[in-house]
């Protein structure tokens, strides 16, 4: 007997084999017809998934309102696309198509490479196959049966996998719609019919497996929702998007380069990038001083063997640079993360309970080899300095430590507008041995950040499997003003590196006997360089005040006002603002439009009459209006005011180029 348990608390029970068709059909008609998949136990499962025979179960049944259906149907459509790419090109060889977050992918091995002109022809082969309305049929053959089947259809790359990366698997499961049969777990929608509006949204290249030394394929991305109009939304991010892209705007704002000859993922800070970052750095350490850090500095290499301790060596020595062999065969390598740099410094001596928590602070630079194929802009990239920073405490210091980290994570974001935010607990997964140290710990460890959000009154979600390899983390996940998710800041807990099996930390407790201090890591902005490509993005390259690498431009009407011009300059830079002046000899609407087109927030315009009147008529990046004559002290008045309270305010983006004139968006 199988009892199945329903969201509304309710129970069926079954003596022969079911499905969740059966249990919806039971159910009633109508959900019988709305149904595309289900959960099962907390899983995606297909609709006609064969549940078992007897015990109990939880099941939610699926339909076009739930967002797991969403991306069930993504995964077929990903298998509709791959589809007409194969009725229009011969000898296609297929890789993988899982979903993504905004939509799916399928890598191809092609003999011809596919370009954006031939999207129209593979979305109209893709409307006929919807037409057809064929119902994508599990298949469920052994092993042996399964490589034999890949090597009929000359897929070699799927020969390959089975052999290789599913060899544990005694049967594997196929998918086959018409004509077409694809190596697939599942799950996917009953039938073709009900996948929704969808476009192909771009092309690119990768490596089979993500390894740069084998196959290069073509992966071709795309996008479907149940609903025209939500597609169309989606659209509009995308080019909004488009046009806020940080290596675009990078560019043109003179903000960043990326050189080849420096290497890809290295930034090369230009003057006005290097303002922003050192104004965050600034405002970041002022604010550890004021909360009790002491800052340090460490090197950029290290020994092997440091590493190794730390146990990053072993978990992560593939996305590492390799080791550089010294004299005596010693290896080092470079940074790849700053903890047990200060783990070190805090084990220099002998330390006493009267000196903890001790909160050690670095803007450190770190290097990680990522994949080519992975790098984009100043938000992946292999060399990147973290505003980092490690607190030794003890046991009973723990919650008000983490509850400071929070709290000081939630105010650096609050001063940036960037209040728009999730808080994800990142826990251990209770079947994966990728983890260090005692369970106990870990349930400490666990609990412990529970307890502070519970006290914060923070609203928090769990993941498994999200936890760094020595403990539990909080990170915050902000959400722009497009509506993208960027994961920022974070605070993680660790019982693990401080251990005997590690580093041995100890102090001396009042008690007068050793006791094993507890480790948090913390990183409010995480990487800079990411942290500003998020917000060149997230601004539209228009900063706020207090940030922005230029506050001021002086304007003069003509040829006679420079000599004014250059005492309002004068006073603007005494005053301590960032100012240029523009003396051209050229039409005031000409000055004003490259101002705007260089994202100035202010411009002070003078002449003549300004002059005679010791006045500036102000301009306005926020308003793209005059505010009209004033004298300059209120003006400098107003700025300064607007810059000690880091004022984040709406900004205009029609002469910016970030959307049409009269459109803004609030920040």
Not at 584 to 600: F, T, Y
Not at 649 to 661: H, I, K, N, P, V
Request: hydrophobic share 35%.
């Amino acid at each position: 007997m199988l009892t199945v348990r329903l969201p509304d608390g309710s129970e069926k029970n079954f003596a022969h084999s079911v499905t969740p068709r059966n249990v919806a059909e039971e159910i009633g008609p109508r959900l019988a017809k709305a149904a595309l998949a289900a959960e099962l136990d907390g899983a995606t499962v297909g609709i006609d998934f064969a549940l078992p025979d007897e015990g109990s179960v939880a099941l939610r049944i699926l339909t076009k309102n739930d967002p797991e259906a969403l991306a069930v149907m993504r995964h077929s459509c990903a298998h509709v696309m791959a589809r007409a790419v194969m009725r229009l090109r011969s000898g296609v060889r297929l890789a993988f198509g899982p979903t993504i977050d905004a939509g799916f992918y399928y890598d191809f091995d092609l003999d011809e490479p596919i370009s954006e002109d031939d999207f129209p022809q593979i979305e109209e082969e893709m409307r006929r196959i919807i037409e057809l309305d064929e119902p994508f049929e599990r298949i469920e053959e052994t092993r042996e049966k399964s490589v034999q089947i890949c090597r009929d259809l000359e897929q070699t790359f799927k020969v390959e996998h089975i052999q290789e990366g599913l060899a544990n698997h005694e049967t594997l499961s196929f998918y086959q719609q018409g004509e077409f049969l694809d190596l697939c777990r599942g799950p996917h929608v009953p039938s073709a019919g009900v996948i929704g509006a969808f476009k192909l949204v771009s092309v690119a290249g990768a490596y089979w497996k993500g390894d740069q030394s084998r196959q290069q394929l073509q992966r071709l991305y795309g996008t479907a929702f149940f609903r025209q109009q939500d597609l169309k939304a989606h659209l509009e991010t995308i080019e909004e998007a488009r046009k806020r892209d940080h290596r675009v705007l990078g560019k043109r704002l003179e903000l960043f380069s990326i050189s080849p000859l420096v290497g890809s993922g290295l930034i090369l800070w230009q003057p006005k990038g290097a303002v922003i970052r050192g104004l965050l750095e600034e405002f970041v350490k002022s604010e550890l001083q004021r909360r009790g850090y002491q800052p340090v500095y460490t090197p950029n290499v290290g020994r092997v063997e440091l590493y190794e301790r730390s146990g990053h060596y072993p978990y992560y020595s593939d996305s590492m640079f390799a080791p550089i062999m010294m004299e005596q065969d010693e290896q080092y390598m470079l940074k790849p993360m700053n903890c047990p740099h200060h783990i070190m410094i805090y084990k220099a001596r002998p330390r006493s309970y009267r000196e903890l928590p001790l909160r050690l602070a670095e803007f450190g630079t770190v290097y990680r080899y990522e994949q080519s194929g992975e790098l984009s802009g100043m938000t992946r990239v292999r060399g990147f300095t973290q505003d980092d920073a490690h607190i030794f405490c003890t046991e009973d210091q723990v919650a008000d430590e983490f509850r400071g980290c929070i709290d000081m994570t939630q105010f650096v974001l609050k001063s940036l507008g960037l209040e728009n935010y999730r808080v994800r607990l990142g826990f251990r997964a209770p079947d994966s041995d990728k983890y260090v140290g005692p369970e106990a710990s870990w349930e400490r460890a666990q609990q412990s950040l529970v307890e502070v959000c519970d006290s914060l009154g923070m609203a928090y979600e769990v993941e498994l499997g999200e936890a760094a390899f020595y403990g539990p983390k909080a990170d915050f996940v902000v959400t722009d003003c497009i509506g993208r998710e960027w994961q920022l800041g974070t605070v993680q807990l660790d019982y693990n590196l401080p251990g005997k099996d590690r580093f041995d930390l100890e102090y001396i407790g009042s008690d007068n006997t050793p006791h094993r201090p507890v480790m948090i890591h913390r990183a409010p902005l995480g990487s800079m360089e990411r942290f500003i490509g998020v917000l060149i993005e997230h601004f539209g390259g228009a900063f706020p005040l207090w940030l922005a690498p230029e506050q001021v431009r002086v304007l003069t009407v003509s040829e006679k006002s420079e000599e004014y011009g250059r005492e309002v300059e004068q006073r603007l830079q005494s005053s301590g603002f960032r100012v240029a002046a523009d003396y051209r000899a050229e039409k005031l609407g000409a000055k004003i439009r490259d101002a705007q087109l260089e994202l100035v927030p202010y411009m002070f315009v003078v002449g003549e009459r300004d002059r005679e009147a010791g006045e500036v008529s102000v301009r306005d990046r926020v308003e793209s209006r005059n505010l009209g004559a004033m004298s300059l002290d209120s003006a400098i008045d107003r700025l300064q005011t607007e810059v000690s309270q880091r004022v984040v305010r709406r900004t205009f983006s029609g002469d910016a180029g970030l959307g049409e004139r009269g459109t803004s968006n609030e920040y």
